[in-house]
């Protein structure tokens, strides 16, 4: 027995057997079930493969970016510290050197004081015993206030070298050199004229003034070092 019918699946009129008719209509729907999944499953995958393709692109991307992070600021520490350190070396040295040369300022300086209260007491000295030598008659007094001009031009001369001692340390050689040279000589003049020979100290005068000025050249110099 045959019928007449049509074809879901390709719509087309057939005559099939009864039995190859219901067999038709139960196995046509599955098989284009199938086909249909079948043909879909590549863009499916396309789709998904690139999805998961940009997901892990961008993955790794950032993952770069924050190893690229992670190193930048590495350096920026390392950066950081070194710049410190310097900075503390830096401002640790200066400050030395801005110490140290304080400290040469007033050595300087005073030794430069010290100096011209000694020329004066030399000075003050020498007019004394000139005059005790002129004098016939030389009072009790006029020996007692010769003997404290004395002490105090032996005193001013002690503190000169004394602020001399100091020089030692923060000064080069040409300094305590010359300050040696004038001191020496003032306490040969000095000497001379407690003798008995106050024309030491006129004698002198050109030579003591020579000394004198080499001292303040080469302190002039030392002070003009960095």
């Known amino acids: ?38 043909a879909i499953v590549p863009f499916i995958s396309a789709a998904v493969g690139a999805y998961f393709g940009a997901y892990l692109r961008k993955k790794g991307e950032n993952l770069a970016t924050h190893e690229d992070i992670n190193k930048l600021l590495d350096q920026v520490r390392a ?13 640790s040295d200066v400050w030395d050197q801005q110490k140290r040369w304080e400290l040469k300022r007033d050595a300087l300086f005073e030794v430069t004081k010290k100096l011209g209260l000694a020329q004066d007491a030399l000075y003050t000295l020498g007019a004394v015993y000139k005059t005790n030598k002129q004098s016939t008659q030389i009072s009790p007094e006029r020996i007692q206030s010769t003997t404290k001009i004395y002490a105090e031009w032996n005193e001013a001369v002690g503190e000169l070298e004394r602020a001399g001692l100091l020089l030692e340390l923060v000064c080069g050689a040409e300094v305590q050199r010359e300050l040696r040279a004038f001191t020496i000589f003032m306490r040969w003049i000095a000497k001379e004229v407690a003798n008995g020979r106050p024309e030491a100290l006129t004698e002198s005068t050109k030579e003591l003034v020579i000394k004198a000025n080499a001292v303040v050249i080469a302190m002039r110099r030392e002070i003009e070092k960095p």
């Open 1 to 38: 027995m045959t019928v007449q019918t049509r074809c879901f699946g390709c719509c087309r009129l057939v005559l099939y057997p009864v039995r190859a008719q219901f067999a038709h209509r139960c196995y046509t729907p599955a098989i284009m079930d199938v086909s249909w999944v079948l």
């Open 79 to 91: 950066v950081t510290t070194t710049t410190k350190e310097i900075e503390a070396k830096i401002s």
